[in-house]
């Protein structure tokens, strides 16, 4: 009888051993020990639900808590009367299964047994998958934390699907699965497609730690979600478990660049030394031998300007290269999968819109011998490099110039929506409207928020100043600039540039003189490029009818950023709602710059959530891989 027992109190010494000697606790947590003190907690109770026995971390109370390792094996001495029970009830688990329903309360997605801890433990012994449960939930307060809201974003996942199963740890990913299987957070799911999205899962989560998984200490429900945004969700329900474990060992690299501290290494100017090889050769890329380079694109080159500047940048590198690159170009299918076959042969892919971010991993994992890079920042993947431009410090420059214009000290900003780099842009642009008038407000709106309508609201608050869309006769769609009315009429006064020929012909040199394998071998983290004014890819052009006292003085702010001199989020920061930073001669890392969650002090207005922008923007938002939104 007590075979069993010894078995798994040996797992539980060795368990309390390397706790001990990791400085952890090393029995089970108790949950009226990590309550928050003086606060009154809200309790809900939830009824009788299947949970997860691995989610059951600790007691509600002391009691019998020491008679447990962390990892719920039994402790105790196998003559007493608890290893006697224990055995008991291993027994009947064997003989007919355990059918009582634990009492617990849970706690930030944990469970916390009140009765039923020796039946948790066999349970646990046993690998059993689940058990019943009667649940009641305490409420953390809310607050800015992003556990607290990553808790409250869990809890509008659980009102549309009702299982404790998937738990994500990072903002923004239960509305991100959601968008994946077509559904929202909002209306509730049919039982029927929970039970297939809990199986799913499930099958996923078995393949996934048997194939080392449960070593890299990365969250399954993450991996998951990396898992169906390559290879859809789809295919978990029709393919084989070894098609899944061969479609894991693909993604491998991108799992574990999840185990890392540190996943994202910026890139921040152009390295164009040469790196030899090995064996000393030089690039591997001439005219017998030419550098294949694909441009995917979302749009039509022909309608859109984006497109087009980044088709341009393409005839440019074949020009200025010759024969020693061969360049081609198509759209994107409009149906999955949107990238497949097209790539094969190919040396480089240059995917121009962050909108095929998820059709470029896909296929980047599919063909691991190609170069993929896709036209967006903060992309945490080994697979494929983020490419842009710290277009802030133009903006910055722009904000110098609307508030020397801005005479009612009131000055216009739209935005389409705030994906990784964006705020950077707009607190900017309204940090250099301080420094021209330090009484201006800067009026933010969001033209891809769901009926939005920033001309009318301009017009309503006065605003003759503005950055923003401007149409012209001889423009395929608008083109963002600093706009300023004249004689009843709203003419460009300047407007931010990309130089996609340069920075493409940059890139590409990297490629053929070895210096971006050599930058891949060396780092163990996702790259990304992040280049700016003092690599010549950002600049700002001006209208001839720019004062000259204007003009003068922009050239010496942006001769300040080229040479590093200084930059808009250094020395003190204060958004909204208080001080963001204090310190008068620190910077803001490259890092915050990129992923800034607030709005600086002049601004009126915010951040809209993801809800509530229109279908376009709410694609573009989630593909950008953002955070949870303020």
């Not at 009484?439 to 301009?458: I, M, P, R």
Request: with cysteine.
């Amino acid at each position: 009888m007590m075979e069993e027992y010894n078995k798994a109190k040996k797992i539980g010494d060795k368990c309390i051993r390397s706790s001990r000697t990791n400085g952890v606790n090393p029995f089970v947590t108790v949950l009226d020990d990590i309550l928050p003190d003086n606060e009154s907690l809200s309790h809900v109770d939830v009824g009788l639900c299947e949970i997860p026995i691995y989610k059951i971390v600790g007691t509600k109370a002391k009691g019998r808590s020491n008679a447990f390792a962390n990892n719920f094996m039994p402790v105790m001495d196998n003559n007493t009367e608890f290893a006697s029970k224990w055995s008991k009830l291993y027994d009947a688990q064997i003989d007919e299964g355990i059918h009582d329903p634990l009492i617990v309360y849970e706690y930030l997605t944990n469970f916390y047994v009140l009765e039923g801890n020796k039946r948790a433990s066999v349970l646990r012994y046993l690998d059993v998958p689940s058990i019943e449960a009667q649940i009641t939930r305490i409420l953390p307060m809310k607050n800015d934390s992003d556990e607290v809201k990553l808790y409250y974003e869990f809890l509008d996942f659980y009102n549309v699907c009702p299982i404790y199963d998937i738990i994500f740890t990072k903002l923004g990913s239960y509305d991100h699965f959601a968008s994946m299987l077509d559904k929202d957070l909002v209306h509730k799911w049919d039982s029927d497609f929970i039970n297939v999205v809990r199986g799913a899962y499930f099958r996923f989560r078995n393949v996934f730690l048997r194939n080392g998984g449960d070593k890299l200490g990365v969250n399954a429900a993450d991996v998951f979600l990396l898992y169906i945004q390559i290879y859809r969700f789809d295919s978990l329900l029709d393919k084989d478990r070894s098609d899944i474990e061969e479609r894991i060992k693909r993604i491998w690299k991108e799992v574990i660049l999840r185990s890392n501290d540190n996943q994202l290494e910026l890139l921040k100017a152009p390295n164009l030394e040469m790196h030899k090889s090995f064996f000393g050769a030089s690039s591997p890329f001439n005219s017998s031998r030419p550098l294949k380079i694909l441009f995917v694109h979302d749009r039509d080159p022909r309608q859109y300007e984006w497109e087009k500047s980044h088709e341009d940048g393409r005839e440019y590198i074949q020009k200025v290269f010759g024969r020693q690159v061969v360049t081609s170009s198509i759209i994107a299918n409009k149906k999955f999968p949107r990238i497949g076959k097209e790539v094969e042969g190919y040396d480089v892919v240059f995917t121009t819109r962050r909108n095929i971010m998820t059709d470029t991993l896909r296929c980047a994992v599919e063909y691991p011998g190609v170069r993929f890079f896709n036209c967006s920042i903060n992309l945490p993947h080994k697979s494929v490099t983020g490419y842009f431009g710290r277009m802030y410090e133009a903006m910055f420059l722009l904000g110098i110039l609307a508030g020397m214009y801005a005479d009612n000290h009131k000055v216009g900003y739209v935005s389409n929506a705030p994906v990784y780099g964006r705020l950077s842009e707009i607190n900017a642009f309204a940090i250099g409207v301080s420094f021209s008038d330090p009484k201006a407000k800067v009026y933010l709106e969001w033209s891809g928020v769901k009926n939005n309508d920033w001309k009318s609201s301009f017009i309503e608050k006065d605003i003759n100043v503005y950055q923003g869309p401007f149409f012209d006769e001889n423009d395929i769609e608008p083109v963002h600039g600093l706009k300023v009315k004249e004689d009843g009429e709203f003419i460009q006064l300047a407007k931010p540039v990309w130089n996609w020929n340069l920075y493409y012909e940059k890139m590409v040199k990297m490629v053929l003189n070895g210096s971006w394998d050599y930058n891949r071998r060396m780092n163990n983290n996702a790259l990304n490029c992040w280049w700016g004014m003092d690599s010549g890819v950002i600049d700002v052009n001006f209208s001839d009818s720019l004062k000259w006292v204007a003009r003068k003085n922009i050239r010496v702010w942006k001769t300040s950023l080229i040479n590093n001199y200084w930059n808009p989020f250094e020395g003190e920061l204060r958004s909204q709602n208080g001080i963001v930073q204090e310190d008068s001669h620190k910077r803001l890392d490259s890092e915050d710059i990129i992923d800034m969650n607030w709005l600086n002090y002049n601004i009126v207005g915010e951040i809209p959530q993801l809800d509530e922008l229109n279908a376009d923007m709410y694609k573009m938002a989630y593909m950008s891989g953002i955070k949870g939104l303020e």
